[in-house]
């Protein structure tokens, strides 16, 4: 295992505060918990806060997107792992400006118990919360399942519309409804061609046979939908574009906004070369990309592979991407 | 029982609760990842500590609640948020209460159970710790004695254990061993009947 890094326990809060002193303008730490960020002007007084969390190793996801016209803190864990409820309650009370919470988080057991946990904790304080699950990484599960599906980079999507609609003042009701039909109308797929190396482990996440490839991989390498032969670009982009067209049931006619996300260590060229293919395969079935996001949006550290998100658009979703925002890794406007 | 009495009864259960930490992880190695031991012993002194910083005057739900939070926060594993959630539910069903009858203990056991149902998505019959809680929870409706209630508690947590022992893991890390999980009891279930067993020592011990 080679990597830049003092010691493997230290890791998490050394990037944190790596963060914390390259961004002070956008963040701080609300408490003396490393593993609590807050944007640098909360609480906002009459303005739903945004609490979002999770296992550290995919950055930009999740501390990334703490800022204006984004989450409004985030709960921190290890790598791979839940923040505590106890960081998740400190992150609501940090963003309370008594409109309410709203929980936006990718669908994991864990993660799912702790903010469960957390928003019991905070309806004792009378904060009241909502939550709206990431769901969108359609090789979890088939569509009837739909709920239990993992959350990935689609969660991004999801992030740009709960942020706009708190930044113009929109109620916790309204701001979790806009947010479940963002998350209602995204897919995503991802392939993975190398694992990464758990820095506290020095173990792999998944194995993978030279030449081949994981169709459907997760962002922590769960495994995907089958295995196979490495293809190429095209046929990559035509395999994933499809499986997310037929679940989003796009037809001629549709706009969307497409992310093609870098799982960690696949080079930003590789990105546009799906690009090209899926901008390519949409136009041919009259599907018009409003926006688009190349780069890397949500990682599995060093993992090597992309995925491909696609967010069906009408006016309003629209309207909510083009909002603006700014955090350390993110901006719009 | 008045509040300072159920402080003091929890605390001393769960120093008893704390020898059997070994047991439970050793049980949680055979069926899941083993963290049982240290979320029982690092949550139990967790309480124990918070609840020796409690206010003279703090009622039941506060005590209830100091607990839910320490014990979450000690070593916070998917057991300790499901506990934690359990004894949230439970001090709900407490509002205004400050002398806790046999019936609002009922009540707690009842609230806390459907806790655990709601999210750890299980059911009776999975093989989990909602096992011995639902049986605990059932056994003590309707009870008048304390001294009964609390031998019909731990009789039905030790039945609840013996009967996980034919069933299959349905749900966490246990479930993945599939049929090879029959003929081991469950730790959940096993940790709940050493703290019911704990909760009578600890009486005697006060004594």
């Known amino acids: 295992m080679k990597k830049i890094i003092n010691a493997p326990e230290a890791f998490v809060d050394e990037f944190v505060e790596g963060i914390l002193l390259a961004h002070p303008d956008l963040v701080k730490t609300p408490g003396d918990d490393l593993r609590v960020l807050a944007r640098a002007d909360a609480p906002r007084q009459g303005h739903v806060g945004i609490v979002t969390g999770g296992g550290s190793g995919h950055l930009p996801l999740f501390k990334g997107y703490v800022g204006t016209g984004l989450c409004s803190a985030v709960a921190i864990g290890n790598v791979f792992s839940s923040p505590s409820s106890d960081q998740i309650f400190e992150a609501t009370k940090a963003v309370d400006g008594g409109a309410g919470v709203l929980y936006l988080y990718g669908n994991y057991g864990g993660d799912v118990l702790n903010f469960d946990l957390a928003a019991d904790l905070a309806d004792l304080d009378d904060i009241p919360t909502r939550t709206v699950l990431g769901r969108d ?22 992030y740009k519309a709960a942020g706009a609609a708190a930044e113009r003042g929109d109620s916790l009701e309204e ?73 989003l049931d796009l037809k001629s006619g549709a706009r969307v906004a497409v992310m093609v996300n870098g799982l960690g260590a696949t080079p930003l060229e590789e990105l546009y070369v799906l690009y090209r293919r899926t901008h390519q395969i949409l136009a041919e079935s009259g599907i018009e990309i409003v926006k688009n996001y190349v780069g890397e949006y949500a990682t599995s550290l060093e993992m090597a592979g992309a995925s491909i998100s696609l967010l069906e658009l009408n006016d309003e979703r629209l309207a909510l991407l083009e909002a603006p925002a700014k955090s350390p890794f993110f901006q719009e406007g | 029982m008045e509040a300072e009495q159920l402080n003091g009864r929890i605390r001393g259960s769960l120093a008893v609760l704390i020898d059997s930490a070994d047991e439970l992880r050793d049980l949680d190695q055979a069926l899941g990842d083993g963290d049982l031991g240290i979320t029982i012993s690092a949550g139990s002194a967790a309480v124990i500590a918070a609840l020796e910083q409690l206010p003279a005057d703090a009622t039941p739900v506060d005590i209830a609640r100091a607990s839910a939070k320490a014990f979450a926060n000690a070593n916070p594993s998917t057991m300790a948020a499901l506990v934690a959630g359990a004894l949230l539910a439970g001090s709900r069903v407490w509002a205004d209460v400050t002398d806790v009858t046999i019936a609002d203990a009922q009540a707690f056991a009842a609230a806390a159970a459907t806790s655990i149902a709601q999210r750890g998505k299980t059911q009776i019959g999975d093989k989990t710790i909602l096992d011995g809680l639902a049986a605990v929870a059932d056994a003590l409706v309707d009870q008048t004695d304390a001294d009964e209630a609390l031998d019909a508690a731990i009789t039905a947590a030790a039945a609840a254990v013996e009967n996980t022992k034919e069933l299959q893991s349905r749900r966490g890390r246990a479930s993945w061993l599939q049929e090879r999980s029959i003929g081991m009891a469950d730790p959940g279930a096993t940790a709940l009947q050493r703290f019911v067993e704990s909760w009578k020592i600890a009486g005697v011990d006060s004594k």
């Not at chain 1, 990484?137 to 999801?158: H, M, T």
């Not at chain 1, 792999?204 to 295995?227: C, W």
Request: net charge negative; aromatic share 2%.
């Open chain 1, 137 to 158: 990484d359609v090789a979890s599960q088939p569509r009837e399942r739909k709920l239990d599906r993992r959350g990935v980079a689609g969660i991004i999507f999801a």
């Open chain 1, 175 to 247: 701001v979790a409804a806009i947010t479940e039909d963002v998350v209602e109308h995204t897919a995503t797929m991802g392939i993975g061609l190398a694992p990464t190396i758990l820095p506290t482990t020095g173990r792999p996440s998944f194995e993978l046979d030279e030449g081949e490839m994981e169709i459907g991989i997760g962002i922590h390498g769960e495994p995907g939908s089958r295995r196979g032969p490495l293809e190429t670009a095209d046929e990559i982009a035509d395999h994933v574009v499809e499986a997310l067209v037929t679940d």
